[in-house]
Every structure is written in structure tokens, then in C-alpha cells.
């Protein structure tokens, strides 16, 4: 009960930060001649399924996910270390490498694609894309790849939820269009620039720049595209949902393409194949 209401709370307490990050994004913009930064409907599903995305998150970190994590916690090495500098720094590298991997994997995999596809799904670049999430995060699995590789180092459970809510909030302020160049700072850490290649559908931009706080594993496993390298950027994904702007439909429509794929193609290698398999394999 304790965790819930940590998460409920977390999320009172930085919805009121987004959303003021978000009028004074709109503010700055429209002095600058940018009158439609955003788009009433998206921005509405966006926030929408950011909402359902984190109470579920939510709960399910009191209901299962940390439980869990005790559990995988004994079969590691049981570092467990003091709160120092150091030990801060590890943890946060860390967390950051194994969201490189989680997030390589929900590209790569369509069991895991389906939660992220909501979150590309958006067409357009505001803060208010960072909230397009998933509820089904939660039931996909991907968590997994995120949290339990900390398990078994050893680190505290509480202060991994910390360093993976830190992760997330860094970068809701990955999306938006009204930050340019941040200069040396491109050469280490993840910026809007870099984030918008994400984003983007062309496929110069396609499974590009996954990193979240640091952009050093896309430099180190050659993920990385500059901005001025990708050309321009479209945003939103090669299959878009019908109902675009249609909160259940945005989280949901990949799952059921999904689903009827298996039904129509009776092959499980669907499962775990990269979302384009199908139409690679089959033609479709």
C-alpha cells in the first residue's frame, strides 16, 4: 500500500510539473511564430495515456514488480552499497545501459513493440508526446529488462524505482522541437536532437538514438544518427493506428494486429520476430 501511494503521489507531483513545462513550451513557441505547437486532440490522448500508463505502473510496482525484484534479489551478488557519489553514479550508468537494452528490444521485438508503438505513435514533437505511453508496459514484460539486472547486482529496490523515475523524467524534456543544438553536451548526453532521429519514421531516423540520459551506447554500438545526418524528420510510425487520436485504440490496435496475425499465420515466431516480419516473411 505504501508503494502505491508513493506512485500516486509522484504522479500528483510531476503532472503538475509537466504540464507547466507544456504552457511554457506553448508560451515560448508562439513568440517565436510557432502558433500550432500543439494539436488539441493529440495532446488529449497523449496525457490520457500517459495517465493510464502510470497508474497501472504504478500499481503494478506495489503489486508485483517489486516483489519480484526481492525475490531475483537473492540469486545476485548482493552488492548493496552505501549511499555515496559513487555508488549514485554507478547506479544511474547503470540503470541508463540496461534502458538501452530494454528499449533496443522493444524496437526489435514485437511482443514488446506493442506497448512502445503508442509512445512513436504521435505525428508531431512536444512535450506532451513524452506522456503517449502504454498501459500495457506493465503486462508486456519489458520491465523485466530494466529492473531485475539490478537485482542482481544488489541494488536497493527503493533506490532503483528512484533512478529509473529520474531516468524517465530526463526525458520528458527530450521532446520538443524548441531546443536546437546544446553544443559539447551532444557529445555525451541524450538532447532533443538527438531525440527527434528517434522519433522520426524516415529510415534514416528508424531505430536510431535509443539511449535515454546518455547517448554513449548509441555511439558504442553503432545506433547513433546526428540530426543534420537523418535528413528530414516525419514523425509517427510506418503503420499508424486508424484512430490516431482515440486513447483505447492508440494502446491497444498493434496488440489486435497483432493477435490477428497469429490467428490469420498460426506462427509463433510472430511473437518475438521484429514488428516488420510479417510483412517481410509473408508478403503482407
Known amino acids: 500500500m505504501q508503494d502505491l501511494t508513493r506512485a500516486l503521489l509522484f504522479i500528483s507531483l510531476f503532472a503538475g510539473v509537466f504540464i507547466g513545462t507544456m504552457v511554457l513550451e506553448n508560451w515560448w513557441a508562439k513568440r517565436r511564430g510557432v502558433n500550432k505547437l500543439y494539436h488539441f486532440p493529440e ?4 496525457m490520457m495515456t500517459g495517465l493510464s500508463y502510470k497508474v497501472v505502473d504504478g500499481i503494478a510496482i506495489a503489486l508485483f514488480i517489486q516483489v519480484f ?23 544511474v550508468f547503470f540503470i541508463d545501459f540496461w534502458f538501452y537494452v530494454a528499449h533496443v528490444a522493444m524496437h526489435k521485438i514485437r511482443w514488446f513493440w506493442n506497448a ?12 506532451s508526446t513524452a506522456l503517449r505511453q502504454n498501459f500495457t508496459y506493465a503486462f508486456s514484460g519489458t520491465w523485466i529488462l530494466w529492473w531485475i539486472p539490478a537485482a542482481l547486482v544488489g541494488f ?8 529509473i523515475e529520474a531516468n524517465l523524467v530526463y526525458q520528458f524534456f527530450l521532446h520538443t522541437e524548441q531546443v536546437q543544438s546544446l553544443g559539447r553536451l551532444e557529445r555525451v548526453m541524450n538532447t532533443p536532437s538527438h531525440h ?6 524516415n529510415p534514416k531516423q528508424i531505430d536510431r538514438n535509443f539511449g535515454g540520459i546518455f547517448i554513449i551506447w548509441d555511439k558504442l554500438f553503432g545506433t547513433f544518427r546526428c540530426e543534420k545526418d537523418a535528413g528530414e524528420i516525419k514523425y509517427g510510425v510506418t503503420r499508424m493506428p486508424t ?42
Open 196 to 201: 527527434r532521429v528517434h522519433h522520426g519514421s
Open 156 to 163: 536497493d529496490k527503493n533506490w532503483t524505482l528512484i533512478a
Open 69 to 91: 525484484y526481492d525475490w531475483m534479489y537473492q540469486f545476485g551478488v548482493q552488492w548493496n552499497p552505501d549511499l555515496t557519489l559513487f555508488s549514485v553514479l554507478v547506479l
Open 43 to 46: 495532446t488529449f490522448t497523449n
Open 243 to 284: 484512430k490516431p487520436n482515440n486513447p483505447w485504440h492508440a494502446q491497444v490496435y498493434d496488440w489486435q494486429n497483432m493477435f490477428r496475425d497469429l490467428k490469420k499465420y498460426k506462427d509463433p515466431r510472430i511473437l518475438w520476430k521484429h514488428p516488420d516480419w510479417v510483412k517481410e516473411e509473408y508478403g503482407e
Open 116 to 127: 512502445h508503438v503508442t509512445h512513436h505513435s504521435s505525428e508531431h514533437m512536444n512535450f
